[in-house]
């Protein structure tokens, strides 16, 4: 009788384990930069790519007033470096002077303005 109960006991132990250690990963702070990109240019922008170290992302198009959120995954602290072409055929690369780096999960919201004009929203970091 006591050693099967101490059989289930070391089960029970076991799968406790099991349950804290899940719950510890579920709860793992997201790591990667979520960038919000809005397109303010009067007219769509295309060819639409970002740079940063570890990593680059691109997406075809973004429609005038449109938004646009990915996730960057930098394996080293970074800016982002963005190119696009302008409704008009002219091509910009701009740096988005934004700092990413692996272990710091944050927001970032950028307003593209003709012109390769970016306003800068907020860069806060996201809550764990």
Same mark, same amino acid.
């Given at each position: ?21 899940? $719950?510890?990963?579920?709860? !793992?702070?997201?790591?990667?930069? #979520?960038?919000? &990109? ?7 922008? @295309? ?19 449109? $938004?646009?959120?990915?996730? !960057?995954?930098?394996?080293?602290? #970074?800016?982002? &470096? ?7 055929? @002219? ?24 012109? !390769?004009?970016?306003?800068?929203? #907020? ?6």
């Amino acid at each position: 009788m006591i050693l099967g109960s101490c059989a289930r006991s070391r089960e029970c132990s076991c799968i406790l384990m099991l349950l804290v250690f899940v $719950s510890i990963l579920g709860c !793992a702070p997201d790591e990667s930069t #979520s960038v919000d &990109v809005i397109n303010r240019t009067g007219g769509a922008i @295309s060819d639409v790519h970002w740079e940063y170290s570890g990593g680059s992302h691109t997406v075809g198009r973004i429609e005038d007033g449109a $938004s646009y959120e990915w996730a !960057a995954q930098p394996s080293a602290p #970074s800016s982002l &470096v963005m190119t696009y072409v302008e409704s008009d055929g @002219s091509r910009q690369r701009v740096d988005m002077n934004v700092y990413m780096e692996p272990s710091l999960g944050t927001t970032v919201r950028l307003t593209v303005l003709p012109g !390769a004009r970016i306003i800068k929203g #907020s860069e806060k970091p996201r809550p764990p």
